[in-house]
């Protein structure tokens, strides 16, 4: 078989090359690449905030994640025991309808035997107003789960989980919108596994009104976020045995092609699997296979011509389609003798 690097058709060689981390509504990031000493905490921006910014305090004195690098150069903080965990105040921000993204790689069972905390927000420490927490599950350490109370007190027992298992590395992206406002049981949240445009868990129907003083929307307000914990007072010991690089949180719910965005960004600096490929067909002998980046989205076609002079320069469609997905994807066209091995790939007029 024969493997023929692509040169792009005229619109083809617009696809997107993404590079840059989503900042519009972004309200609170951290990243173990910005600040590598967690002895005094560690340092949040909020680009969406006017003003804000500061840095989640160590919860437990001498009890601190250890700043560690991949040898691809990404930084991440590592735990190796109960209580090392980030927490505290941080400057008010409205959060609605929401994306919390989370890099981290689970590396075995929960120190004690609770849900292994990943991180979470809220508008006070106490859990008697709103909160979002995203945790490893209690008896099944390797599934990611985000939890919320809504309207009626109601935590979250949903079908959101994602299966991370142990040792790799994983950007996991809960999104959530509500399609009229805060009441109406008409909200959707949708689970994303590393950079992959189609969500893992999709769950619709969700009342998702936090609770707590005052008239709304003041509910959903951010006033207080950790990582490693989602409830520092009383459950600093049931910490992620694990390691965190990037904690990021919206007041918007992000597109699949953002998503992969925020993804591609950051992704060489850590050892992330390759992702899946297509596999070459085997019930054709002889084959032209054409690999390219494609677009989330985009329709492409495969085309070939037997002759490219001047005189008659004409392309006919093989009939054969793909829609991208973001990835690097494949296309194949049989080798005979209406294929003397001339084609392209183009995007085809809507």
Known sequence: MMKIPIACAAGLAATISWGQVITNDLVFYLDA??????????????PAVPGGGGTLAVVVSNSVPTNLVET????????QGINECFAGPVPTAPVYSFSYEVWLRVNGPQYINEDNAVGGWRKNEDFAENFCNVSMVQGRV?????????????????????????????????????????????????????????PVNVVSNLQQYHLGQGVAPDHSE????????????????????????????????????QVTQNFDAQKALYPFPPPPVPLVPTNIADVVEFQFATTNGVVYELER??????????????????????????????????????????IPAP
């Not at 950790?226 to 910490?239: H, K, L, S």
């Not at 005189?311 to 049989?334: C, L, P, Q, V």
């Open 33 to 46: 690449n910005a600040d590598t000493d967690g002895s005094d905490g560690w340092a949040f921006t909020q």
């Open 72 to 79: 691809e150069g990404g930084r991440y903080y590592h735990t």
């Open 142 to 198: 390797d599934e990611i789960d985000f939890d919320f109370r809504d309207f009626i007190e109601v935590r979250s027992t949903l079908n959101d989980r994602a299966d991370l298992g142990f040792g790799d590395w994983n950007q996991v992206v809960f999104t959530y919108k509500d399609a009229t406002d805060a009441i109406t049981p008409d909200g959707v949240l949708s689970t994303y596994v590393n950079g992959q445009p189609l």
């Open 222 to 257: 951010l006033n207080w976020a950790g990582a490693f914990v989602f409830n520092a007072a009383t459950e600093a010991n049931r910490n992620l045995n694990g390691d965190i690089a990037i904690i990021r949180l919206y007041d918007t719910d992000l597109t699949p092609a």
């Open 305 to 346: 011509s037997a002759d490219l002079t001047a005189a008659s320069n004409t392309w006919e469609s093989t009939d054969s389609f793909i829609r991208g997905d973001g990835s690097t994807m494949r296309m194949y066209d049989k080798t005979d003798t209406n294929n003397p091995g001339y084609n392209r790939v183009r």
